[in-house]
């Protein structure tokens, strides 16, 4: 790849980062793994950068890169990766113990990598059906019923309205 071309990945990253990381994040669930995914996505497309001037949205070849990439890292053996424990060595520096708070990225944690990205790209980006099935190179319907099932878990696993009036009420 010659200078103007490297040149060019480098301003089309240095644009297109901040979304892709959030992204990311939203699919991998913590901001680490994010910035894992984004790299690995970007060393994929800077290899083959000279091969991606006929896709018209790089943005969205990127963020298929980062799904992708997130499904091949959870079908890797369990042994290989890193697990998470509930106890930590020590305390963290600073706890925010809102009682109102809702933990997404735990509940989140709980979907496949494909509804997680399905949920992201459908809710978070608001991207119709058909683009979202396009990006994840799947059919419409399965775009549809994997949303259908991630929903189902969300709904079961957040808390209420009502739980969350409950909790807050002494604090207005």
Known sequence: MGTNGRDDFAAWATTALP???RFAYAVGGDWHRADDLV???LERMYVTWPKLGGVSDLGAYARTVVVRQ???EARRAWWRRERVTDVLPEAPAQVDDGAARLDLARVLDGLSVKQRAI???RFIEDRPVREVADLMGVAEGTVKRQCHDALGHLRRHLRTADELD???EGER
């Open 39 to 41: 790299q690995s996505a």
């Open 166 to 168: 409950d909790l807050t």
């Open 119 to 121: 949920v992201v790209l």
């Open 70 to 72: 997130a499904a091949t």
């Open 19 to 21: 979304g892709l990381r």
